[in-house]
C-alpha cells in the first residue's frame, strides 16, 4: 500500500495562495490521489482527486508530477475558514472494494490567520 | 437530509461498560466503514461491509463487532470498554463501483471512557 508524508502544519493569511505537498514514492500504477479535508467535531471532506496532471475544481487545484511520485494541493486565496486538516490518500478506487484501501496518514493541519 | 448520520454524537461511560453506536446512510451505497480518530488525529479504519458483508477487519479486538442488518446501516457494538477505546469513530460509506473515490463520513461519535 502506498504511503504518504505531508507536512504536520503549515500556517498562512488570509488571501495567500497555500500549496500543501504530498510525497507517494511507492504509488503504484493504478493508484488515484485523492485529498481530504477535516474541520474539527466534522468528518473527513473529500476536495478533490487526480491521476496524472492537473485537476481544478471550484475549491481547489491539484498538481501532480508525471513521475506521480508526489502532488500538491493548491486552495487560492484562503480564508479564516479553510483552517483544517488536509489529508493525501492514495488508493486504487477504479475497481470494486478500492475504496477500502485508502488509508489517511496523519494530514497536514493548516491553520489560516487574519 | 443527512447522507450519513451516526448516533450517539457524544457517549461518556464506565470501564467495562458495553455501549453501542449506530450509523445510517440514505445514500444508495453498498459499502460502509468504521473509522477510529484517536487524540493525535490518526484516522484508522476498523471495518468495512459490502452488501452487509464483512470485507475489512483491521486486527480490531474482538471486544468491536460490527453489525450491518441492510446495507444502508452499520452499527458498533462494544463491549467491556477499557480506556484506550476513548477516540472519535467515524461512519463513512462508498459506492462499490468503478468511480470516484469519493468517502462520505457522518460527523463522528466522541467516545469517552472513564
Known amino acids: 500500500l502506498a504511503k504518504t508524508t505531508q507536512p504536520i502544519s503549515m500556517d498562512s493569511y488570509e488571501g495567500q495562495e497555500v500549496n500543501i505537498t504530498c510525497s507517494h514514492n511507492n504509488i503504484a500504477t493504478n493508484d488515484y490521489i485523492t485529498w481530504y479535508q477535516q474541520f474539527p467535531s466534522q468528518g473527513p471532506r473529500f476536495i478533490i482527486q487526480?491521476?496524472?496532471t492537473k485537476v481544478t475544481n471550484e475549491v481547489a487545484s491539484l498538481f501532480i508530477p508525471a513521475d506521480r511520485k508526489s502532488s500538491t494541493l493548491s486552495l487560492p486565496r484562503v480564508s479564516l475558514s479553510d483552517t483544517a486538516v488536509y489529508y493525501c490518500l492514495v488508493g486504487d478506487i477504479q475497481k470494486a472494494g478500492g475504496y477500502n484501501k485508502l488509508i489517511f496518514g496523519a494530514g497536514t493541519r493548516l491553520a489560516v490567520h487574519p | 437530509d443527512t447522507a450519513v448520520s451516526q448516533t450517539p454524537k457524544y457517549l461518556v461511560t464506565q470501564m467495562g461498560n458495553d455501549k453501542s453506536i449506530k450509523c445510517e446512510q440514505n445514500?444508495?451505497?453498498?459499502?460502509m466503514y468504521w473509522y477510529k480518530q484517536d487524540s493525535k488525529k490518526f484516522l484508522k479504519i476498523m471495518f468495512s461491509?459490502?452488501?452487509?458483508?464483512?470485507?475489512i477487519n483491521e486486527t480490531v479486538p474482538n471486544r468491536f463487532s460490527p453489525k450491518s442488518p441492510d446495507k444502508a446501516h452499520l452499527n458498533l457494538h462494544i463491549n467491556s470498554l477499557e480506556l484506550g477505546d476513548s477516540a472519535v469513530y467515524f461512519c463513512?460509506?462508498?459506492?462499490?463501483?468503478?468511480?470516484?473515490?469519493?468517502?462520505?463520513f457522518g460527523e463522528g461519535s466522541r467516545l469517552t471512557v472513564l
Open positions: 463513512a460509506s462508498s459506492r462499490d463501483r468503478v468511480g470516484t473515490g469519493e468517502l462520505f
Open positions: 487526480g491521476y496524472k
Open positions: 461491509y459490502n452488501n452487509k458483508e464483512l470485507i
Open positions: 445514500l444508495g451505497h453498498d459499502t
